[in-house]
């Protein structure tokens, strides 16, 4: 599986982003997605899942009620809306594929390329 994310940039504080990845998936396997990110001097951490169905979600204690994530399986896209962002939330952002929904980087089975989230107070 490739994950491709993008929506990425600058914003300041208060202020709102989108992001989302593509999945390239075999047809015969269900995955559910993710999204976690990488401060610089601190290790990677969950933001969010969401299961293949889409019923099910989980989010960081530090993210709820500002993100959500979404999925349309129709477009192999994963989608992660931002609001009322804060400079703590600057970070490298990656979508990650598993079998189920995980909240550690273990399980993890296919990470993409990160997209930069800089949030300016």
């Known amino acids: 599986v490739q994950l491709q994310a993008s929506g990425g940039g600058l914003v300041q504080a208060g202020g709102s982003l989108r992001l989302s990845c593509a999945a390239s998936?075999?047809?015969?396997?269900?995955?559910?997605l993710g999204w976690y990110r990488q401060a610089p001097g601190k290790e990677r951490e969950f933001v969010a899942a969401?299961?293949?169905?889409?019923?099910?979600?989980d989010y960081a204690d530090s993210v709820k009620g500002r993100f959500t994530i979404s999925r349309d399986n129709a477009k192999n896209t994963v989608y992660l809306q931002m609001n009322s962002l804060k400079p703590e939330d600057t970070a490298i952002y990656y979508c990650?594929?598993?079998?189920?929904?995980?909240?550690?980087?273990?399980?993890?089975?296919?990470w993409g390329k990160g997209t930069q989230v800089t949030v300016s107070s």
């Open positions: 990650a594929a598993s079998y189920v929904v995980v909240t550690t980087t273990r399980g993890i089975k296919y």
């Open positions: 998936a075999r047809t015969d396997q269900t995955y559910a």
């Open positions: 969401i299961t293949w169905s889409g019923t099910r979600t």
